[in-house]
């Protein structure tokens, strides 16, 4: 591939992406930039488009699991001043893709908003958490971010820029219909509460999550939970898979949802791991689990 010239941030080849995934797996992207603000992203996609150049955006990198061969095109995060911002107006907050979760949930509680406080723990961008409507709890008591959205602002693959209301953004479970463009920045609308209410709603939700996997590399939850109120994790605990292993992926102790990167997992060591579990849950309970980790391959 032929490097596109003049952005902000140089354009790099061959960058592994075990260094930009949070199970720190995977081999090289074949190209990998930074992006700046939305012109640089727009001639990014021109560029890529008239050289038939596929393109990936990355946030944070936490529910990606990458092949062990790298992935062939372009992989671009959208990380500066511009994407990165928060702005916080009465109980509005408008978020860029680029901004950390922590970094939203720091500013809200500063500002006395309560409503993204479940996102607690999760250490992904507004972006990535957007596309993948991340949230928290199963069937009937699910929260996810995408329940507060009133706007998103995308870049469609060939540039054009809309903003797009909540129905119009087709969130689901673990899933958005924005993801098929980039989204550029999200607008939330939030409850006014006070710092200390907020905080201490903080503090609960950083409990809850004490029984989550965050001694080794990981990904998080790896599949699904099936409809019908059931727990992925429980189905996978109750087979006997705690501690199973194929070569560096270990199926977590403490939450069987997690595989882990012991050290020198491979990407195929972790197919292996889910193949396997897949099998057993199957066979036991008669239920296909489907992975909730984006593959790169
Ligand atoms: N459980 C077990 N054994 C285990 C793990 C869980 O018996 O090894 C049981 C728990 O005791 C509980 C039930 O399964 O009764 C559900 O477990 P948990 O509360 O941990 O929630 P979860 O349904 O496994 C979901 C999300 C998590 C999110 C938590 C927090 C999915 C796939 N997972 O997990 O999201 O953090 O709720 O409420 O929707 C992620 O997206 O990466 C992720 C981890």
């Known amino acids: 591939m032929r490097l596109p010239q003049g952005l902000k941030n140089e354009c790099r080849p061959r960058v ?6 949070t199970f720190r797996i995977g081999g090289p992207a074949e190209a990998f930039a930074v992006i700046s603000g939305e012109e640089e992203l727009r001639r990014i996609l021109a560029y890529c488009r008239g050289q038939a150049i596929r393109v990936r955006v990355i946030g944070a990198g936490s529910n990606i699991l990458a092949a062990d061969d790298g992935v062939r095109g372009m992989v671009i995060k959208l990380s500066s001043s511009y994407f990165n911002r928060i702005t916080i107006t009465g109980n509005r907050v408008v978020a860029g893709a680029g901004a950390s979760l922590p970094a939203l949930i720091r500013k809200c509680a500063a500002a006395g908003l309560s409503g993204v406080e479940f996102l607690a723990g ?3 961008t507004v972006g990535g958490a957007t596309a993948m409507n991340c949230g928290v709890g199963g069937e009937g008591s699910r929260r996810s971010i995408g329940d507060l959205v009133e706007h998103v602002k995308v870049m469609g693959y060939n540039g054009t820029l809309s903003l797009v209301d909540k129905r119009g953004a087709g969130f689901g479970y673990r899933g958005s219909a924005v993801s098929s463009g980039v989204i550029i920045a999200v607008s939330l609308c939030l409850k006014k509460s006070t710092p200390g209410k907020v905080a201490s709603r903080l503090r609960e939700w950083i409990l809850a999550r004490r029984g989550q996997e965050y001694r080794y590399p990981s990904a998080g939850c790896v599949f699904k939970n099936p409809p019908g109120g059931l727990a992925a994790g429980k189905l996978i605990d109750d087979c ?11 199926v977590s102790e403490k939450h069987a949802n997690f595989i882990v990167n012991t050290g020198a997992a491979r990407f195929s060591d972790v197919r292996k791991l889910m193949r396997l579990v897949q099998r057993r849950v199957k066979l036991r309970y008669g239920i296909g689990l489907e992975p909730e980790i984006r593959i790169w391959k």
Request: charged share 20%; hydrophobic share 40%.
């Open 16 to 21: 592994p992406l075990r260094e930009l995934t």
């Open 122 to 124: 999760i250490p992904g």
């Open 240 to 250: 006997g898979l705690k501690g199973a292993r194929a070569g560096g992926a270990v």
